[in-house]
């Protein structure tokens, strides 16, 4: 099956990174609701589907290969070039369209309403996270797979933007806080019985 997989995306590169990070993405959203105790929403889930297939994806396949064209190989200044440039340019550009993308999918009345209340905090977040997952994609990673990777690594991204964009600050603490309010009630519960 996984031969097959990379087969598939070695044939069909374009297609096949996208498809996966897409997928990959809608799956952080459907975890981070089960996480949260909550009924599915595929409604919510359509929406994270849709603007990681027609936007993320497509964003980070051709974002990782011009990346690669301008600053190519794997020695440390050039990959080093490419998460500075991924952090300082990609990043900013990813937060604003997730949120911008699925306000207009939700069709509220201010479209930057969460980018206002909650880029900020996101970007700092993200900044714990994506450049550690961006050195190992560039250090270890063929271009060819490098969406896919992302979209891989993403998953977890997902899980906590998703969050973010229903309930949260945009901030890892408003995260692990709710995950520790969940912890403490079920701590609560086996107690009780």
């Given at each position: 099956m996984a031969g097959a997989l990379l087969r598939g995306v070695r044939?069909?590169?374009?297609?096949?990174?996208?498809?996966?990070?897409?997928?990959?993405?809608?799956?952080?959203d459907a975890a981070q609701q089960l996480l949260r105790g909550q009924p599915p929403d595929w409604?919510?889930?359509?929406?994270?589907a849709l603007v990681a297939l027609a936007f993320h994806g497509n964003f980070s396949?051709?974002?990782?290969?011009?990346?690669?064209?301008?600053?190519?190989?794997?020695?440390?200044?050039?990959?080093?070039?490419?998460?500075?440039?991924?952090?300082?340019?990609g990043a900013p550009v990813a937060v604003l369209a997730f949120?911008?993308?699925?306000?207009?999918?939700?069709?509220?009345?201010?479209?930057?309403?969460?980018?206002?209340?909650?880029?900020?905090n996101t970007y700092k977040t993200g900044l714990m996270y994506w450049p550690f997952v961006?050195?190992?994609?560039?250090i270890l990673i063929p271009v060819h797979l490098r969406t896919a990777y992302t979209g891989l690594c993403g998953f977890?991204?997902?899980?906590?933007?998703?969050?973010?964009?229903?309930?949260?600050?945009?901030?890892?603490?408003?995260?692990?806080?709710?995950?520790?309010?969940?912890?403490?009630n079920e701590d609560e519960e086996s107690s009780d019985k």
């Open positions: 044939r069909f590169p374009w297609l096949g990174n996208v498809l996966l990070y897409g997928g990959l993405f809608a799956a952080g409604a919510q889930t359509r929406r994270v396949y051709v974002w990782l290969r011009a990346l690669e064209r301008a600053l190519p190989g794997r020695r440390p200044p050039a990959v080093l070039g490419k998460v500075l440039c991924d952090q300082l340019l949120y911008t993308g699925m306000s207009i999918l939700q069709r509220k009345e201010d479209i930057f309403s969460d980018c206002k209340k909650k880029f900020w961006q050195l190992s994609n560039f977890v991204w997902a899980s906590f933007i998703c969050f973010s964009q229903q309930s949260g600050d945009g901030t890892a603490k408003s995260a692990f806080m709710w995950l520790q309010r969940e912890k403490v």
